[in-house]
């Protein structure tokens, strides 16, 4: 799957802007399986009305400074608290498209990286949310200009 621009519609929920700030900036993507779209809230809070409770399938992420070192780019999924098998099929689907949601949200700020560009050297973790040990981990998923294009 490729990334396409014109599905992806994008909301600033202020305070911020396409420019910032970027401390509290919090994303929330959510998508529709009936037209391909993709909807990327970007506020100083997740838009948890935009997720839907019964499917999860949201992806979260929000800056943060680690010890006093440069920004890291955190996304949270939830993978779930369901048996092996449901909680396994959850989490090779997120792997399979998190390509395309991380693409999707580094292309909807892509006004904040103009703005600061030594952002684009930010690494990415993604935290596996479930109540499965096997599930519920982080994984390092390359740097803001490997979402970039």
């Keep these: 799957m490729r990334f396409s621009p014109d599905k992806l519609e994008i909301t600033f929920i202020p305070p911020m802007t396409e420019s910032g700030p970027i401390e ?27 997720i839907d409770q019964k499917l999860r399938d949201e992806v979260l992420g929000k800056w943060i400074i680690c010890d006093n070192k440069p920004y890291t780019l955190i996304f949270y999924v939830y993978v779930g608290n369901g048996d092996f098998e449901e909680s396994n099929r959850r989490y090779n689907i997120f792997k399979e498209h998190l390509n395309l949601a991380l693409q999707a949200i580094i292309y909807g700020d892509t006004v904040l990286f103009n703005k600061y560009p030594e952002l684009i050297e930010t690494p990415i973790y993604v935290k596996f949310d479930s109540t499965i040990p096997i599930f519920d981990n982080y994984e390092f998923y390359g740097y803001v200009k490997n979402y970039m294009f």
């Design 24 to 50: 509290d900036r919090k994303y929330t993507l959510t998508h529709s399986d009936t037209t391909g779209m993709m909807f990327l809230d970007i506020g100083s809070v997740y838009n948890n009305s935009a």
